[in-house]
């Protein structure tokens, strides 16, 4: 292959890897910088995967499987806000019980509608449409890089909105002074809880997208190993990223290249596909090791608020 035709490959691969990991930092960016801790993030992004498949299934519009897929996260998101502000609970407790709770409730279902752990194969008309489909030839470079689903540039495009969200923004300044002094906030008139609901929320939203993303381009199908820790990558580049959307983007082109280039080492049969596929993990691991010190958390992230009276 040409150089320019593995550039193409590799961006490609870039881009279906990426999005479902951004798009779930993203979500992972609001509940942290509003104070609540939520690692959850691997349950969400696992009912969203099979809720949007299952819809898509149904009614065979890749588009209303993949909101469908961010609705499902967002009921998720709502459990895991009543528990953390509306109770106290143990933030990383309550986001322990979802990563359970999630894949468990996903599997349950698929068993029950289709008598399989796995969800039926989506055909090409239920899955995600791609842009300017048939345009290009096969294999050119164009063909890689423009032919790809709308829904990655999508999610590349939401962090610069969220961006001007959280530091251009009344909500976001707001948003980031409940993560760092929730106290100065209430006396200032702010509802921190009501500000920490909208981002939980929000958290378990994008976390649905992003899970619905993957059985809807790449995979075609709900698995119970579909997400397999997608969920803890994309925490990880939210800290590699110091909690800022811009941070976290880079961080997922970083790991989202790892996963993308699985497929392109493995074909070649020199490495054994064992270690390939321990590529993004390692990375996660070197990345928190490395730059997790030059983080910093939210002041008041983990710390659960009581209302004065």
Known sequence: MSPVTILGLLINAVLVSTPPLLLAALGSCFSERSGVVNIGIEGMMTIGAFIGAMTAHYTGNGWVGFFAGGLAGMVFGILHALACITFNADQTIAGTAINFVGPGLAVFMSKALFNSSDSPSLTPAQKLPKMFSGTFAPGSFFYNVVETYPAAYLSIALVALIWFVFFRTRFGMRL????????????LGVNVRLVRYICVILSGFLAGLGGAFVTLSTVSQFRPSVIVGQGFIAIAAVIFGKFNPQGALIGCLIFGFCNGIKPLVGSSNVISPNLVSMIPYIVTLLAL?????????????????????
């Not at 993560?179 to 209430?186: I, K, Q, V, Y």
């Not at 983080?295 to 983990?302: C, E, I, K, L």
């Open 176 to 187: 980031r002074a409940c993560g760092e002094h929730p106290r100065a906030c209430e006396t």
């Open 289 to 309: 090791i490395f730059f997790v010190g030059n983080s910093r958390v939210p002041a008041a992230s983990g710390k659960p608020f009581v209302k004065s009276d």
